[in-house]
């Protein structure tokens, strides 16, 4: 008989703490059996196996990474939107480096994965904090690709502790975001539509 209160979501969430706790690759069902106070075969009245729990936390992340972002630069547009959704971004990732982990290793599953919707509403964030940039529609994906490597790049260091130099990382975050912003305004369509 399952614990109550104990259904496929509340074991995603319990999963997803404890992965950013001890970090995704430290995240074992006997773990989190523990966590949950049940034994590790009731977990899989849950889940269908290890692989399928990973999965469900990173359609968790990737939903919850989204939101994170959207709601950072939600009425904000340009330079001011690239600043509050990388910011956000860092942000979360410092907060939930195993559900971020766990997004990173998951692949496309099938056409009905949840994963697919999630990923896309991460990269309509991204993109809505590239609108007021005005870039050429051709330049729109490398500029994503560009935004998403360094961000990404950026906060998993940060998270690992890679960052060893004796000057503020902060200050460091910052100037990486007006090179970033540099760059976008020197790739506008019509740089006079977005100032």
């Given at each position: ?8 979501t ?7 703490d ?7 690759t430290?995240?074992g069902?006997g773990?989190l059996?523990?966590?949950?106070g ?19 936390i990173?359609?968790l ?8 972002i959207?709601?950072?630069?939600q ?10 959704g990388a910011?956000?971004?860092?942000a979360?990732v ?7 982990a ?5 692949g496309v ?7 697919v ?8 964030s991204?993109a809505?904090m590239?609108?007021g940039?005005?870039l ?5 994906i490398?500029?994503l ?5 360094i961000?990404h790049?950026f ?23 007006d090179?970033?912003d540099h ?7 019509d740089?006079?539509?977005a100032r």
């Open positions: 008989m399952p614990r109550a209160g104990l259904d496929r509340a074991v995603t969430a319990a999963a997803a404890l992965a950013d706790e001890v970090g995704f430290g995240l069902m773990l059996a523990e966590r949950l049940v034994k590790t075969p009731s977990l899989y009245k849950h889940v269908d196996s290890q692989a399928d729990l990973a999965h469900r990173a359609v992340a990737m939903n919850e990474f989204a939101d994170a959207r709601d950072a630069i009425g904000r547009a340009g330079r001011e939107a690239l600043v509050a910011h956000a971004m860092r979360w410092l907060k939930h480096p195993g559900r971020y766990a997004a990173n290793l998951a599953t099938g056409p009905d994965d949840p994963f919707p999630a990923v896309q509403r991460v990269l309509d991204w809505a590239l609108h940039y005005h050429d529609p051709g330049q729109e490398h500029a690709r560009m935004l998403r490597s961000l790049g906060a998993t260091l940060e998270a690992v502790g890679g960052f060893q130099i004796a000057a503020d990382v902060d200050d460091s975050f910052s100037w990486m975001i090179f970033i760059g976008l305004r020197s790739h506008r369509s740089p006079l539509s």
